[in-house]
């Protein structure tokens, strides 16, 4: 457990122990994909948002709990679809569900997962957070498809690429921070600045992964080097090289992403490496953190407020 989540070790319990309770079903496989996923592990970041935002705004009440699972539930829902459509073979270290189960069952308990999560928005009955949900999985499933149709396209963009993952990542850490707020019934503006905190949490994360693809140890990430680059991925450190690199090292990025190669890897490594581009993503990342950190100002100076300010500084610090 990381140190910020030891001010919400109690809580964080009982989410824990919703989330093993919900995944019920009288279809056994649906358990056991949905059990293997969850115990994962993972860093449990999104709803340990809803807690800390909930707090921070001095919420007395136990819905948060129910929140925390249902954005759990929503991300695990996703992780599910992404390995499908990715093909990935690992994840935290270990085999993903798809590998171990099959395509078809991952994509049908990432379904129930979702339809779980809904269920329980209704019984917790806030029409406004009903809302932002709702939106925030229908933004997540439009980034996927986004994501999808820029595979294998060299010709992306930094701001393509940085409305991606706002869509893919960003967007969740951000709707996680926001219902904590309103679930709190706090201001309008300690509404807006935690958004506003998450989103910047969540693309200083995604970026630093962008980093960790390239610099990363396997035996940390848990998952294999260049897999982005495997799936024909454009991210930002492939995107700063081939604007920043020799014509020889756009024409070899650009080909390699046209035909989700790795065999020239170590070359790629080399002009990521003289053009900066990791310093670069990890520029923005930082950014981004310092952003978040700024959106916590006017909150009250909370145990949760410190481990928020914790958080962002950890989105960009880690080595997994």
């Given at each position: 457990m990381l140190p910020f989540h030891k001010v919400v070790k109690s809580e964080f319990e009982k989410v824990n122990d919703l989330i093993i309770s919900r995944?019920?079903?009288?279809?056994?496989?649906?358990?056991?994909?949905?059990?293997?996923?969850i115990d994962g592990g993972g860093k449990r970041l999104r709803p340990l948002l809803v807690l800390l935002s909930a707090n921070s705004c001095g919420y007395k009440g136990t819905d948060h709990i129910a929140l925390a699972a249902i954005i759990e539930f929503i991300h695990t829902a996703t992780l599910l679809h992404d390995d499908v459509v990715d093909t990935s073979a690992l994840r935290r270290g270990k085999a993903t569900a798809n590998t171990k189960y099959g395509n078809a069952p991952s994509v049908l308990v990432g379904d129930f997962l979702y339809s779980r999560a809904f269920q329980m928005l209704v019984e917790v009955g806030d029409i406004k957070i009903m809302e932002i949900i709702a939106n925030t999985t229908n933004t997540i499933s439009e980034g996927e498809v986004q994501q999808l149709t820029n595979a294998h396209d060299p010709e992306i963009n930094e701001a393509t690429y940085k409305k991606v993952i706002f869509k893919k990542t960003a967007v969740l850490f951000d709707a996680a921070a926001e219902i904590g707020a309103l679930i709190a019934a706090s201001t309008h503006q300690q509404q807006s600045a935690l958004s506003s905190y998450g989103r910047h949490v969540g693309m200083a994360f995604q970026l630093m992964d962008d980093v960790l693809d390239y610099n990363g140890n396997i035996e940390y990430l848990g998952k294999n080097i260049g897999d982005d680059l495997a799936e024909g991925k454009a991210t930002l450190p492939l995107i700063?090289?081939?604007?920043?690199?020799?014509?020889?090292?756009?024409?070899?990025?650009?080909?390699?992403?046209?035909?989700?190669?790795?065999?020239?890897?170590?070359?790629?490594?080399?002009?990521?490496?003289?053009?900066?581009?990791?310093?670069?993503?990890?520029?923005?990342?930082?950014?981004?953190?310092?952003?978040?950190?700024?959106?916590?100002?006017?909150?009250?100076?909370?145990?949760?407020?410190?481990?928020?300010?914790?958080?962002?500084?950890?989105?960009?610090?880690?080595?997994?």
């Open positions: 995944l019920n079903s009288e279809v056994e496989l649906v358990e056991n994909i949905g059990q293997y996923i700063y090289a081939m604007k920043n690199g020799t014509q020889q090292q756009q024409h070899l990025i650009q080909e390699a992403i046209k035909n989700a190669s790795l065999d020239k890897l170590d070359s790629i490594f080399d002009a990521i490496r003289v053009t900066g581009a990791l310093e670069y993503t990890m520029s923005c990342a930082r950014e981004h953190a310092m952003e978040a950190k700024r959106c916590l100002a006017d909150l009250p100076d909370t145990k949760e407020k410190k481990a928020m300010m914790e958080l962002a500084s950890f989105s960009i610090d880690r080595k997994y």
